[in-house]
């Protein structure tokens, strides 16, 4: 991976966009070849379900990966033995009684990930994919093909056929990758891949500058639907709406990654004259929430249990918040039990008319990024990563307190090497272009009143109309 980023960092754009293009045709192939049909219309019967049919899935996939990881995986079997778990009693420990399992935190997943967490025997073809975590906390998640394809066939049925699009239409995307490797920049600020009839679009150069670059695009390919992060997708589109420009009608937009917000949602909704659709779930593909046609987000029990839970480790009421532990049921190689995701929701006891029976969600409560702006107006969030395949790194934070500075403060495992703070600093160069970066290294990083850390503080005010 390393070459191939190398060998796109010198290239052209028209060979850029042919080597995404290639990335995109596996990965394409990689998320809905195999098993992937077989596992979308079985999702698709699925939201037919009773409560009844529902409470039996989920007991039933609950025990099938209880015992998995008790036979295949080193650390749940340390975990369950420490705890007096023996393969009866797991037999018998149904969704009602989760209390009685150890809890998995992001730093058990950060020390273990690769090791002890993973089972004997394992699906084909699997691989790493690392994230930071909103706060740097480096996890790695193991990948196989048929895991793939299961939360892929549940994305496909739940996330984008609920808000009537489906793999088949165009897209634009703005999410974490560099496809404009250069901080500064020059126009084009997207890329195409052609395998998926996507336009990726930069997250690091929208600005009013660049305004009508990105909207060239939306002509040019006819993007069915926008997806991506939440708070870059209405920084487009709140740009289009200032500038006048009036993209072509698209049929959804689809967010993710942060809080979707009435007034984000009121925006996108006027710019691309459609409705916008929430989701939650994680590179961890261990919980799916989702927005259906009637505007309610539904859990989707067959990704796996969602407990929501206060700091006592006691189930929240509906109405309240709580802190979100997923038990998922797509990854047989690396299994997570009662993992603390670290996002929090409110639960609802209101049925939706949409009919089906699947827990609905009040609400999202997730996170409203600080946004970080440059010199030339450009606006971005979401920094984490800054920080992604740095093993050194255990927690990060992004201040910006000028335009010309930007602190980073980094809990390290040990002391930064210096490769690993040149490399850090041309990442944020890449971003925000030419600014200062400071890198100071805690013992911790300051909490807010609800005891969350904030990924990116940024302490100054919007400098551009």
């Given at each position: 991976?390393?070459?191939?980023?190398?060998?796109?960092?010198?290239?052209?754009?028209?060979?850029?966009?042919?080597?995404?293009?290639?990335?995109?045709?596996?990965?394409?192939?990689?998320?809905?070849?195999?098993?992937?049909?077989?596992?979308?219309?079985?999702?698709?019967?699925?939201?037919?379900?009773?409560?009844?049919?529902?409470?039996?899935?989920e007991a039933m996939q609950l025990k099938k990966i209880l015992l998995h990881a008790f036979k295949q995986v080193p650390y749940y079997q340390q975990k369950f033995q420490e705890a007096g778990l023996t393969e009866a009693m797991l037999e018998n420990i149904d969704p009602s009684?989760?209390?009685?399992?150890?809890?998995?935190?992001?730093?058990?997943?950060?020390?273990?990930?690769?090791?002890?967490?993973?089972?004997?025997?394992?699906?084909?073809?699997?691989?790493?994919?690392?994230?930071?975590?909103?706060?740097?906390?480096?996890?790695?998640?193991?990948?196989?093909?048929?895991?793939?394809?299961?939360?892929?066939?549940?994305?496909?049925?739940?996330?984008?056929?609920?808000?009537?699009?489906?793999?088949?239409?165009?897209?634009?995307?703005?999410?974490?990758?560099?496809?404009?490797?250069?901080?500064?920049?020059?126009?084009?600020?997207?890329?195409?891949?052609?395998?998926?009839?996507?336009?990726?679009?930069?997250?690091?150069?929208?600005?009013?500058?660049?305004?009508?670059?990105?909207?060239?695009?939306?002509?040019?390919?006819?993007?069915?639907?926008?997806?991506?992060?939440?708070?870059?997708?209405?920084?487009?589109?709140?740009?289009?709406?200032?500038?006048?420009?009036?993209?072509?009608?698209?049929?959804?937009?689809?967010?993710?990654?942060?809080?979707?917000?009435?007034?984000?949602?009121?925006?996108?909704?006027?710019?691309?004259?459609?409705?916008?659709?929430?989701?939650?779930?994680?590179?961890?593909?261990?919980?799916?929430?989702?927005?259906?046609?009637?505007?309610?987000?539904?859990?989707?029990?067959?990704?796996?249990?969602?407990?929501?839970?206060?700091?006592?480790?006691?189930?929240?009421?509906?109405?309240?918040?709580?802190?979100?532990?997923?038990?998922?049921?797509?990854?047989?190689?690396?299994?997570?039990?009662?993992?603390?995701?670290?996002?929090?929701?409110?639960?609802?006891?209101?049925?939706?008319?949409?009919?089906?029976?699947?827990?609905?969600?009040?609400?999202?409560?997730?996170?409203?990024?600080?946004?970080?702006?440059?010199?030339?107006?450009?606006?971005?969030?979401?920094?984490?990563?800054?920080?992604?395949?740095?093993?050194?790194?255990?927690?990060?934070?992004?201040?910006?307190?000028?335009?010309?500075?930007?602190?980073?403060?980094?809990?390290?495992?040990?002391?930064?090497?210096?490769?690993?703070?040149?490399?850090?600093?041309?990442?944020?160069?890449?971003?925000?272009?030419?600014?200062?970066?400071?890198?100071?290294?805690?013992?911790?990083?300051?909490?807010?009143?609800?005891?969350?850390?904030?990924?990116?503080?940024?302490?100054?005010?919007?400098?551009?109309?």
């Amino acid at each position: 991976m390393a070459i191939y980023n190398k060998i796109y960092d010198l290239s052209p754009v028209w060979f850029q966009n042919i080597m995404v293009s290639a990335y995109g045709y596996g990965w394409k192939k990689k998320r809905y070849g195999g098993i992937f049909e077989r596992e979308y219309h079985a999702a698709k019967e699925r939201e037919a379900f009773t409560q009844q049919e529902w409470a039996d899935y989920e007991a039933m996939q609950l025990k099938k990966i209880l015992l998995h990881a008790f036979k295949q995986v080193p650390y749940y079997q340390q975990k369950f033995q420490e705890a007096g778990l023996t393969e009866a009693m797991l037999e018998n420990i149904d969704p009602s009684k989760l209390d009685r399992l150890p809890i998995t935190s992001k730093e058990d997943v950060r020390k273990f990930g690769t090791t002890t967490l993973m089972a004997h025997t394992r699906e084909k073809n699997g691989s790493f994919h690392s994230s930071s975590g909103s706060t740097g906390t480096p996890v790695q998640i193991c990948y196989s093909d048929d895991m793939h394809q299961r939360y892929f066939a549940l994305s496909e049925a739940r996330i984008k056929n609920w808000a009537g699009v489906g793999r088949n239409n165009s897209r634009g995307m703005i999410g974490g990758r560099r496809v404009v490797t250069d901080g500064e920049g020059r126009a084009p600020f997207y890329r195409y891949n052609y395998f998926e009839k996507q336009v990726y679009f930069s997250a690091y150069h929208i600005s009013p500058a660049n305004i009508g670059d990105y909207f060239e695009a939306f002509s040019k390919y006819r993007i069915d639907y926008m997806t991506g992060y939440a708070m870059s997708n209405y920084i487009l589109a709140r740009m289009f709406q200032q500038a006048g420009l009036v993209p072509p009608p698209l049929k959804a937009v689809l967010t993710s990654s942060e809080k979707l917000t009435a007034d984000m949602r009121k925006v996108m909704g006027e710019v691309y004259q459609c409705k916008v659709f929430d989701s939650w779930s994680g590179m961890e593909y261990c919980g799916l929430i989702s927005e259906c046609e009637h505007g309610s987000l539904h859990i989707s029990p067959d990704c796996g249990i969602i407990e929501v839970l206060d700091d006592a480790l006691q189930p929240v009421a509906a109405g309240e918040i709580g802190t979100v532990y997923c038990t998922g049921f797509l990854n047989h190689d690396q299994p997570l039990i009662r993992y603390r995701i670290g996002d929090q929701i409110v639960l609802s006891d209101k049925p939706c008319n949409c009919g089906r029976q699947m827990p609905v969600v009040q609400e999202i409560v997730g996170r409203i990024e600080d946004v970080v702006y440059g010199r030339d107006g450009r606006e971005m969030v979401r920094f984490h990563g800054i920080f992604v395949g740095l093993k050194t790194v255990k927690m990060a934070q992004v201040v910006q307190n000028s335009l010309e500075t930007i602190t980073l403060k980094i809990v390290p495992d040990d002391k930064l090497a210096a490769e690993e703070r040149k490399m850090i600093i041309a990442r944020v160069h890449s971003q925000l272009g030419d600014v200062e970066v400071i890198i100071e290294e805690v013992d911790d990083l300051p909490k807010t009143n609800n005891g969350k850390i904030k990924a990116v503080i940024s302490t100054i005010k919007k400098p551009h109309p």
